[in-house]
T-cell receptor, first 109, second 112 residues
């Protein structure tokens, strides 16, 4: 099964950019890369997904390495509301989402 | 608000009992997923239904079962409850299989 590797935790100051890395070295050619996050006391929330090229939406940007073995979720200006656990979903599991331990992001005022 | 509703929000029951958790997907979503989140196991996929049919199973115990009804709402039935079943149970829905999933607020189950 595909797996991902993420740092356990990261910290940021408010209004600074945050780069959350993920390694998914076992990715296959047609697998999408999905990111979800879970805010405190809430259910998980879809953030973004991509295949090969970089993607942007209102929440974040996703930078995908050329070999697709890693990706970086970018929050351009972190807010206190962005404090959450961010999950990089193992590619190839878009239905049976597998949530690892994720990266816990702390944002300081 | 994701548009997915789950009832009840909280449920406290005793070991050996049976409970039913209910999920209403977003309007138009055909696929429903159930997940369990516990402190020791993290977030785990349990089961998926698509338009009334079971499509995928994860690490769902035999004591647990689910179904999706013609109006697309889903129920997760947990029986012979044990202390270790205490967890948050999330339902999610998506318009089609493989699309992004929208999660409900969860049902917190406490087994005493």
């Amino acid at each position: 099964d595909a797996k991902t590797t993420q740092p356990n935790s990261m910290e940021s100051n408010e209004e600074e950019p945050v780069h959350l890395p993920c390694n998914h070295s076992t990715i296959s050619g047609t697998d999408y890369i999905h990111w979800y996050r879970q805010l405190p006391s809430q259910g998980p929330e879809y953030v973004i997904h991509g295949l090969t090229s970089n993607v942007n939406n209102r929440m974040a940007s996703l930078a995908i390495a050329e070999d697709r073995k890693s990706s970086t979720l970018i929050l351009h200006r972190a807010t206190l509301r962005d404090a959450a656990v961010y999950y990089c979903i193992p590619p190839g599991n878009t239905d049976k989402l597998i949530f690892g331990t994720g990266t816990r992001l702390q944002v300081f005022p | 608000d994701s548009g997915v509703t789950q009832t009840p929000k909280h449920l406290i029951t005793a070991t050996g009992q049976r409970v039913t958790l209910r999920c209403s997907p977003r309007s138009g979503d055909l696929s429903v997923y159930w997940y369990q989140q516990s402190l020791d196991q993290g977030l785990q996929f349990l089961i998926q239904y698509y338009n009334g049919e079971e499509r995928a199973k994860g690490n769902i115990l035999e004591r647990f079962s689910a179904q999706q009804f013609p109006d697309l709402h889903s129920e997760l039935n947990l029986s012979s409850l044990e202390l270790g079943d205490s967890a948050l149970y999330f339902c999610a829905s998506s318009v089609e299989e493989g699309n992004e999933q929208f999660f409900g607020p969860g049902t917190r189950l406490t087994v005493l």
